[in-house]
């Protein structure tokens, strides 16, 4: 438009250039007046199993249900991360770059190393990866979020110290003032909002991973972020966006993560006697002791020191107790009812405000989260429970096929380049080879926009891959869209970030067509010979190709 608008300027009123170059500019205005709204929701650690949606109606999710499942949208069934941890679970979905190429979660450290550019040290001259937000906003889009889009904190000491979470970690993307809404409010931490282990509002001392706490929802701080998204729906609504352009609202809520503390009357809702357990409460058959364990980390560090009611032993062969795990399950579950309670909050605003025929929502979680399945309560795995993840769209005129639950194999790095499409703006290309430094503007992900808009969808992808670092291994996972995961323990190198498959690894293999819980590996089976070849194969295509 500005090119036309130049070429405008001295041109004769009558010539027919002239009323070419007015007519694309004002098809063009007018492409962008019909681009469609987009309202993201990014949720911690929300397994796929829940209400109608995900045939789990034990875990009462009647907002979800209704707005996605029952309202016309699509609950994706098959989609998966690329790494079962919040910060570079984010980076992989924000970039459309996978784990080896961002190198965030996979070069060691904690969340001071979950910078979604750390790969560049947050050095504009040496490239910064395109992030979803950000190239919306390059192309037109008023962009605005609050709450856990990026990880919180972890660009905090990288580059010059313009990433940050009070800024959503990428100014590119919330440049306008007062666009982006961080939660932190300190003054109602110690009811579980977002404190740490051995945040130092306990004194040091490490918080309760579950409690009924007895503050409103609108005093909790995702409550705070429904609140803060419903203003500006509602501002839009009476105000518009400058320019009338069309707006991208990511909405980050931190529930159900850790600690699940949240309004005792979520827990009300879950009579404890009522909770059901895990159906496969032991590690499968066939998982080495080194590659068991991490996932529980996390809710450890919570209890450890909370009191006997929470200090519970776990070790590979002995699950926790039945009361400890129907407790930590309630408190999870209450969790979800709390979250789903704050997404109903957003949607009705949205539909309130005129906006819900003119938006594409999606809600994605970041990653699964193990509930006792194979003695594990957390995420940081390769196994289902921990990469297998909520994924909910409802995209204004989708297809008939594309409304309810659908089955087709989906990864986090497509979600980039599949919203674009939805959006009108131009796609960026598929990323070369390997990898391609954070200077080139590409993606590794596929779009799969054709699910909602085409008749007859494009051909769909076999494969899902995601991996887990294990020291100087790692874990690179395929999960297939015939009912297989492979995982194949590779040496890894910290500098070429790049996993060396010169010999065939460690592995595992399980079968969900016949085991759906992960009982046991059939890798050592030779019944199953085949299928390892294959996936074997799946995995050098994808991570070391030719």
Request: net charge negative.
């Amino acid at each position: 438009l500005k090119l036309q608008f130049l070429y405008l300027i001295g041109t004769p009123p009558s010539s027919p250039m002239r009323k070419a170059a007015l007519a694309l500019c004002a098809a063009s205005a007018a492409a962008a007046a019909a681009r469609p709204n987009v309202l993201f929701f990014a949720v911690d650690d929300l397994r796929p199993q829940f209400g109608a949606s995900y045939q789990t109606p034990e875990v009462k999710t009647p907002n979800l249900d209704a707005f996605f499942f029952n309202g016309g949208g699509t609950v994706m069934t098959g989609a998966y991360v690329n790494i079962a941890v919040c910060g570079p679970s984010r980076a992989s979905m924000l970039t459309s770059r996978r784990p080896d190429s961002t190198r965030v979660g996979v070069g060691g450290g904690g969340v001071g190393n979950w910078c979604w550019c750390r790969r560049t040290q947050c050095n504009p001259e040496e490239g910064l990866f395109a992030t979803l937000p950000a190239y919306l906003q390059q192309h037109g889009y008023e962009t605005a979020g609050n709450g856990k889009l990026f990880h919180p904190d972890a660009c905090e000491g990288v580059g010059d110290g313009s990433y940050r979470h009070a800024v959503g970690d990428d100014p590119r993307a919330f440049p306008t003032a007062g666009a982006y809404f961080a939660e932190a409010n300190h003054t109602q931490m110690e009811y579980g909002a977002i404190p740490g282990p051995g945040d130092a509002y306990f004194h040091g001392e490490k918080g309760l991973s579950w409690m009924g706490s007895p503050l409103a929802d609108e005093e909790t701080t995702d409550g705070m972020s429904a609140t803060d998204a419903v203003a500006r729906l509602r501002g839009w609504k009476a105000h518009g966006t400058p320019g009338g352009r069309p707006w991208f609202l990511s909405v980050g809520l931190h529930k159900p993560h850790l600690p699940h503390i949240v309004p005792k009357k979520y827990f009300d809702m879950y009579p404890l006697a009522d909770v059901d357990l895990a159906p496969n409460r032991l590690p499968p058959k066939g998982l080495l002791r080194a590659h068991w364990g991490i996932g529980n980390a996390e809710v450890r560090s919570y209890n450890w020191d909370a009191g006997p009611l929470f200090r519970k032993e776990v070790t590979f062969d002995t699950p926790l107790d039945e009361t400890a795990s129907r407790q930590q399950r309630r408190a999870y579950y209450a969790a979800v009812t709390f979250l789903d309670a704050q997404v109903g909050r957003v949607t009705a605003a949205l539909e309130e405000c005129g906006f819900a025929e003119t938006t594409v929502v999606a809600l994605w979680g970041d990653h699964g989260w193990h509930l006792g399945d194979t003695n594990s309560w957390g995420k940081m795995t390769n196994l289902e429970p921990a990469t297998h993840n909520t994924l909910l769209w409802r995209v204004p005129n989708q297809t008939a096929a594309s409304q309810g639950r659908v089955g087709r194999l989906v990864e986090a790095v497509d979600i980039f380049p599949t919203l674009v499409e939805l959006a009108g703006v131009d796609a960026l290309p598929p990323c070369e080879g390997l990898d391609q430094p954070a200077s080139v503007a590409c993606v590794q992900g596929t779009s799969y926009a054709d699910l909602f808009t085409a008749a007859a969808p494009a051909k769909e992808k076999h494969y899902a891959f995601m991996q887990w670092p294990y020291g100087s291994h790692m874990g690179y996972s395929v999960r297939s869209a015939d009912g297989y995961r492979l995982t194949e323990y590779v040496p890894y190198s910290h500098t070429t970030f790049q996993g060396n498959w010169t010999q065939e690894g460690d592995a595992e293999l399980y079968d969900y067509n016949t085991d759906p819980h992960e009982t046991e590996s059939k890798a050592g089976d030779p019944a199953y010979a085949d299928v390892v070849a294959r996936l074997r194969a799946a995995l050098r295509a994808q991570f070391a190709p030719q």
